[in-house]
């Protein structure tokens, strides 16, 4: 793929993620749909997929940024949960799916059938997780589904290293098999772990966001091709890497933090939109290459339609199935093993902390989030016609059709259809916002007192060393905000006392106050940038003062957008 080919679909696929975003439509859908439209218009050249560039330059900062917001102790409470799902079902998914293309394509080996059910495998959160975090899902269940599309791809992708060895005529044993699995799994982890270890520890000590920023940038590349290198796991060594760095970015400057989130965001819309529109361009080829292969078309789209409702169907077989027995096998076990343990005096105080539960609304939104995406993409076209040991691989054009099918045919199904199974269900947390909420207050007013107290510790100090008063006049300027801000918490948790007696109308009367004041106050630095840019318009302000006073008045919104206080007034 040219560079200028390259450009040209970026530059196209974010004007229609764009578009998408401002009318509230499925972008992944949108994109696919007008790349297909592009493909056949006459003198766009086919596009060529190098699995390469998908796997080393796309799948890494999409999975690092995805990791920097996955919450670490979340991830470790629901790890039972997400590790059955991300690694369980992908196996479980890749034989029942091998096992119908084995029948159901006539020159399709065992391990090519396995190979294609490990391509159609891992699902892709990105949408999902959107849809459920716009929606209100619960925390607990949107951390499963983070969880789950951080391991599966790792999963996914080590099966299809197995198999396609296997199809190359390599002869290995299920303890070979295993042995491939931990190596990835191990290697994985260590790598990621240590690169993040010194990605933190370079962090701390650099006091420069924008170097801070850059070494952020390279930790995901560094850390999947270091991994793949030494035979691990390459998607394991990123999302080691990005939990570290996330659990540890509070400890780091405040300018990094301000800096990283954003321009993740923007990473993660240009790359899943090149993505998306990847696989629109290339369906006509794929479509093309079936029917001109000895199977045909239709028989090919036959069997491609049939995997999709495997695929879809074997997610809830396994969600239910996996769920309860474990419960069952869970208790049993405990039960045992907690009766002998009372036995032991030195045991009788240890305590179990239970997997989060799950209820069969939120089983049933789990197992329809199944669609497929980026990993797909990229397992099917690492894919070689011939192995390297010179096998030719049986069924290729048959397992790219299955693939970009499968991916379609769920964001279709599944995507579209997925804000009506949660309202529909009913499984939206409607007082998490409020928990937040009263959390983020609560932690305020303890911050609040304690730092009035440390101010009471150090006054002496600071009046040895700067007069009393010169600590006095800086004692009153730097706590004067914290004590009206703790004043204004305490009456808003009267207010919000209050709200929960007085009826719709006045407490919409009440909270109108507060909405009113962020109001003026929005418009209020509306009017002051207009005087910047007409003073700088103007001739008589320098560009770069009026960029240091822009940068307060940004800093004063973005403060209005994240305090708690602010909160309380939306």
């Known amino acids: 793929m040219e560079l200028a080919e390259v450009l040209i679909i970026l530059s196209g696929s974010l004007l229609v993620t764009g578009f998408a975003r401002w009318k509230g439509l499925p972008a992944p859908l949108l994109t696919v749909a007008v790349a297909l439209a592009v493909s056949f218009i006459p003198g766009v050249p086919d596009v060529e997929i190098d699995s390469e560039v998908i796997l080393t330059v796309v799948l890494p900062p999409l999975l690092y940024s995805a990791s920097l917001d996955v919450s670490l102790l979340n991830f470790r409470e629901s790890r039972v949960q997400i590790q059955r799902l991300g690694i369980g079902a992908v196996v479980v998914t ?23 059910g490990a391509v159609v495998a891992p699902p892709d959160a990105v949408s999902a997780a959107a849809i459920g975090r716009k929606l209100g899902l619960p925390r607990k269940v949107m951390t499963v589904l983070s969880g789950e599309s951080l391991i599966n791809d790792a999963a996914s992708l080590t099966l299809v290293k197995v198999f396609l060895a296997i199809v190359g005529g390599a002869t290995l044993t299920v303890w070979q098999d295993l042995g491939i699995f931990g190596l990835a799994i191990g290697v ?48 394991l060594a990123v999302v080691a890497a990005g939990l570290y760095v996330g659990f540890n970015s509070p400890r780091t400057g405040y300018a990094t933090r301000l800096q990283e989130r954003p321009f993740w965001a923007a990473a993660d819309v240009l790359l899943e939109g090149f ?133 379609v045919g769920t964001l279709l199904l599944q995507g579209l259809t997925l804000p009506v199974v949660i309202r529909w269900l009913g499984v939206q947390d409607a007082g998490q916002r409020d928990r937040d909420l009263a959390a983020q207050l609560a932690l305020v007013a303890t911050s609040t007192r304690e730092t009035l107290e440390y101010v009471e510790a150090r006054r002496p100090a600071w009046t040895a060393q700067y007069g009393p008063e010169l600590t006095e006049r800086a004692i009153q300027a730097a706590t004067t905000r914290l004590v009206r801000e703790n004043e204004v918490l305490q009456r808003r948790a009267v207010s919000d006392a209050e709200d929960r007696d007085d009826t719709g109308a006045e407490r919409d009367r009440r909270r109108a106050v507060p909405r009113a004041i962020g109001q003026v106050r929005r418009e209020l630095l509306d009017k002051r940038r207009e005087v910047v840019l007409r003073e700088r318009d103007a001739g008589a302000l320098d560009e770069e003062v009026m960029r240091q006073v822009l940068m307060g008045l940004d800093a004063e919104e973005l403060a209005m957008d994240t305090n708690a206080l602010s909160s309380t007034r939306s």
């Open 188 to 235: 994985g982890v260590a790598v990621g772990l240590v690169l993040g270890v010194v990605a933190h520890r370079v962090r701390m000590k650099v006091d420069d966001p924008v170097v801070e920023n850059v070494l952020g940038l390279l930790l995901p590349f560094v850390a999947y091709i270091t991994a793949e290198e030494l035979s691990g796991s390459g998607v």
């Open 94 to 116: 890749a034989f029942v799916v091998g096992a119908v293309a084995y029948v159901l394509i006539p020159d399709m080996t065992w391990p090519a059938a396995v190979l294609v």
């Open 275 to 407: 993505v998306f529109a990847l696989i629109g361009l290339q369906l006509r080829t794929v479509v093309q290459e079936v029917a001109e292969s000895d199977r045909g078309l239709a028989q090919s789209v036959g069997v491609a339609f049939v995997v999709l409702a495997v695929v879809v169907l074997v997610r809830p077989a396994f969600v239910f199935a996996s769920y309860y027995a474990a419960r069952v096998l869970r208790y049993l076990l405990l039960s045992r093993l907690l009766r002998g343990m009372r036995r032991v005096p030195a045991l009788r105080r240890v305590r179990y902390h239970p997997q989060p539960r799950l209820d069969w609304r939120q089983l049933s939104v789990i197992s329809w989030t199944g669609m497929r995406g980026v990993v797909t993409l990229a397992a099917v076209v690492s894919i070689p016609a011939v192995t390297d040991s010179g096998v030719p691989v049986p069924a290729r054009d048959t397992m790219f059709l299955i693939a970009f099918v499968v991916t």
